[in-house]
Each structure stands twice: as structure tokens, then as C-alpha cells.
């Protein structure tokens, strides 16, 4: 008799020992871009996710919110994209029940905000997921890590095509239906030209593309009105300072970017473009990736 209540002490003590184990969360970190039907795109969102892995000490899941899951995967090394409600499911699957997204967005999105509310009503995906700040974040105004990201791109240019001073500089982005957006891409100028100061002779905003209407007019003046066409960007040697993170349809070689470029140098045979690196691959911008994704990781209950 005793020995049969020690014995169903200690099953009972086994019992409340691991209950506690089975009340923590299991958490997921994910990197989530937009997307594209450009190979390079997704493996530069994988080396990205790499980085960060690094910098965070824990496994960061590269995913976007659509188009990349069209790439065929022996252009990825065999490994097919994923996209975000997909991903999210799988990882129910395995047993995760809080996820981080970490956005590679520069500034708020639409698209990600939209995803992220279907995710929420989808029985299928984890039930805690916390959505980090984008890039550059309305919240932080004197964190310019990404202004300075772009400005140290902009001086390295400078130095290895050997141009003089002062610079002539048009930074540019895809151009967009939110003003919220836009906003952003106005931040990133007024930061770049404090920090180059006398070292340029300007700095620019420009859109790649726009919708029509004079309700997105705050997009204006678009790349093709500005570079070749209105001093002193007319002439001469001009840096474009890419303000987008990785190659795809638009940026990178033969993106739409470098198109407009090529145009506007056979229209102006005196106008040298220099393009700026795409800002993914820059350390700063892994270091807000890293601060954004400690944050979202944080709100989530029970991490582990």
C-alpha cells in the first residue's frame, strides 16, 4: 500500500513538473518582403534573413507576401519560396504557436498590414503574431540609421568613380499610392543632404513611376522629369541614390531604373549616372532589422 502511493506521488509530481514546460510558447522569427518574380530578389531576402539570424543568435525565416512563390525553384538552389499565409501554416503545423515578423519594408505597407490581418483570422496559423516596425519608423525620428545607410552609399560612389565635388544627388524610390509612404522617402532626403552638407551641390527626391491623377501628385517630379532633363541634373556626373533594398523588376541590372537611366544619358551625351548599392545588404540596415525584430519578439507571451 505505501509503495503504491509513493508511486502515484511521484507520478503526480512528474505531472506538475512538466506541466509548465507545455504552457511556453514556441516562437518563429520571420523575414517578410514584398515579393518578386525575380530569382535575385528572393535570394537576396535569404542572405538578408542569414544576416540577421547572425545578429539575433536564432533562426530567421526569409517569406514574402506573394509573387515569389512563381520562381522556379531550381533558381533557388531547389528551394521553392514561400509566401506568408503558407509559411504561417506551416509552422502551426510544426507546433509554433507566436510569431515575429520583422517587415524589410522601408516604410509602412498596405499589403503587409492587409496579410497580416487575414493571418489573424485564419484558423491555421498561429494564434500570437507580432508585426515589428518597418525601416524607417515615424515613431523613431532620430533614428537615421537608414538616411546614413544611403549617404555612406552615396560617398562610396563617389570615391570609387572618382567624381569632384560637389555632388549632384537624386535619391529615388518606386513611387506609391500613400503619402504615408512618401513621407519617408521626404525623410530619407532631408537626412541624406544633412549629413553630405557642402559635399553636395544638391539632393533630390524622384519617383521611378506613379498612378495618374492629381490626387498622387506628392510623388512628383518622377526620375525622367528630373535626371536628364532639369538642372543641374541635366549634365554632368549625378549619383542616383537607390532607395530600394534588393534587385528585382525595378531595381538592379536591367530594372526599370536603370532603364530610365539609359535614356537619359542617350538624350544628354554629357550626363554620367552613377547608381547607388541596394540597401539590403547594408550593416546598417541589419542592425534596424535586428533592433525591429527584438521588439516584435518581445511582445510576444511565453517566448521560447
Known amino acids: 500500500m505505501t509503495g503504491t502511493i509513493a508511486m502515484h506521488a511521484v507520478a503526480v509530481l512528474a505531472l506538475s513538473s512538466a506541466a509548465p514546460a507545455s504552457s511556453v510558447q514556441r516562437m518563429a522569427t520571420l523575414l517578410v518582403d514584398n515579393g518578386s518574380r525575380r530569382a535575385a ?21 526569409p517569406v514574402s507576401l506573394r509573387w515569389s512563390d512563381g520562381v522556379p525553384a531550381e533558381k533557388l538552389g531547389g528551394d521553392p519560396a514561400r509566401t506568408l499565409g503558407p509559411a504561417l501554416r ?48 515615424e515613431a523613431t525620428p532620430d533614428d537615421v540609421r537608414v538616411g546614413r545607410a544611403i549617404a555612406a552609399g552615396i560617398l ?24 504615408l509612404v512618401n513621407a519617408v522617402r521626404g525623410r530619407l532626403t532631408r537626412t541624406v543632404r544633412s549629413l553630405l552638407g557642402s559635399r ?14 492629381s490626387e498622387y501628385d506628392f510623388n512628383d517630379p518622377l526620375l525622367e522629369r528630373l535626371v536628364g532633363v532639369r538642372p543641374p541634373f541635366d549634365t554632368g556626373d549625378v549619383i542616383v541614390a537607390m532607395a530600394f533594398l534588393q534587385p528585382g523588376r525595378h531595381a538592379g541590372e536591367g530594372g526599370d531604373v ?25 550593416s546598417l540596415i541589419h542592425q534596424v532589422l535586428r533592433d525591429r525584430a527584438a521588439a516584435a519578439q518581445l511582445e510576444l507571451p511565453n517566448r521560447a
Open 200 to 213: 553636395a551641390l544638391a539632393v533630390e527626391e524622384a519617383s521611378m513611376e506613379r498612378r495618374d491623377g
Open 258 to 282: 536603370a532603364q530610365i537611366l539609359d535614356e537619359a544619358r542617350q538624350g544628354c551625351p554629357g550626363l554620367r549616372t552613377h547608381v547607388t548599392p541596394l540597401l539590403g545588404a547594408n
Open 90 to 137: 506551416a509552422l502551426a503545423a510544426r507546433g509554433i504557436d507566436s510569431v515575429a515578423i520583422v517587415p524589410l519594408f522601408l516604410g509602412p505597407s498596405d499589403g503587409l498590414r492587409t496579410a497580416l490581418e487575414a493571418a489573424r483570422q485564419d484558423p491555421g496559423a498561429p494564434p500570437h503574431l507580432a508585426l515589428g516596425s518597418c525601416l524607417v519608423d
Open 156 to 179: 562610396r560612389t563617389a570615391r570609387v568613380q572618382k567624381l569632384a565635388r560637389p555632388y549632384r544627388v537624386v535619391l529615388v524610390d518606386h513611387g506609391t499610392t500613400s503619402p
Open 41 to 61: 530578389s528572393t535570394l537576396a531576402l535569404r542572405q538578408t534573413a542569414r544576416s540577421l539570424s547572425l545578429l539575433l543568435g536564432t533562426d530567421v525565416e
